[in-house]
């Protein structure tokens, strides 16, 4: 099975599926070694490590399809990428949908704000009309090549137009073609558990948990209690790390040596083994020239 064959089988399974948000190729392969069965390609995430940026629109198409492809390189898990707003109108949506398509992406997630989009625990985001976003999904639905990529629709009318509204928006994207619907920031259990009553029979739902966001932090049982089919955590590993770099800078810049922090490291070959250097070394001696004779 391929792995678009492989996520849409997993999200009809009655188990949730746990997605980590991951933005490059190392982070990919710690995830997967972890026993991830799918991953969540955070564009927030990418901004975050790649600009040093917040999210607010300042990544363009071409950029997170490189990322796609040099994780692709590294897993073949299924890769949920997200496409923003697919940078642009709905033939910038083709554009985009085809390249990441051509990257790697499994599912490719677009999204009802208008440019330049903000992260979607952020006030004052400002959307483009529903007419639009349907226009943008049946342009996706016409540009894939195959079949079974997922079309991962998100809308973030909860806080600009409320939660009814957001409802009949994700309804109308499902009816456009989108096989994955994704209501941004709710903002409590009960909106939560209504989304999955008035939505789940239409098609899957995603939830997104974003630590001090919008949304509750449950956890993957509870969210599965309620009826969600997929979870993401996209920033959480940026968040984690960029903690425990606060804290390794600060040990080495007052103590002028890494030893303190040595405890909560990769050492020199802990890492290369995570990467598969002696694996990778090994295979190479297949090319070595023959120095028996």
């Not at 949920?80 to 554009?95: E, H, S, Y």
């Amino acid at each position: 099975m391929t792995p678009q064959q492989l996520l849409r089988e997993r999200l009809n399974d009655d188990t949730i599926l746990v997605a980590p948000g991951v933005y490059d190729a190392l982070s990919a392969n710690l995830a997967a070694l972890a026993g991830f069965a799918a991953l969540y390609v955070s564009g927030a995430s990418i901004a975050y490590t790649r600009l040093a940026r917040p999210d607010l629109g300042y990544l363009g198409a071409d950029q997170v399809a490189e990322i796609v492809r040099n994780i692709g390189e590294r897993t073949e898990l299924p890769l949920i990428v997200d496409a923003d707003t697919g940078f642009g109108n709905a033939l910038n949506v083709q554009r985009t949908l085809q390249i990441l398509e051509q990257a790697g992406a499994s599912a490719i997630q677009l999204e009802d704000q208008s440019i330049p989009k903000r992260c979607g625990h952020l006030d004052g985001k400002i959307l483009v009309s529903a007419a639009e976003m349907v226009g943008k999904i049946h342009a996706a639905v016409d540009a894939r090549r195959d079949e079974a990529t997922l079309i991962v629709a998100r809308t973030d009318a909860v806080g600009p137009e409320g939660f009814e509204a957001a409802l009949e928006r994700a309804a109308a994207y499902a009816e456009a073609g989108a096989d994955l619907l994704f209501v941004e920031a709710l903002r409590d259990e009960e909106q939560m558990r209504r989304a999955v009553a008035m939505l789940g029979d239409v098609s899957p739902l995603m939830a997104n948990m974003v630590e001090g966001g919008k949304t509750p932090l449950l956890g993957a049982r509870e969210l599965q209690a309620i009826g969600f089919s997929l979870v993401i955590f996209p920033g959480a590993l940026v968040r984690a790390l960029s903690r425990t770099a606060q804290e390794f800078f600060s040990s080495l810049y007052t103590h002028g040596t890494t030893k303190p922090f040595q405890d909560r490291m990769l050492d020199f070959n802990g890492l290369n083994d995570v990467l598969g250097t002696p694996d990778i070394l090994a295979a190479g001696k297949r090319y070595d020239p023959d120095t028996s004779t």
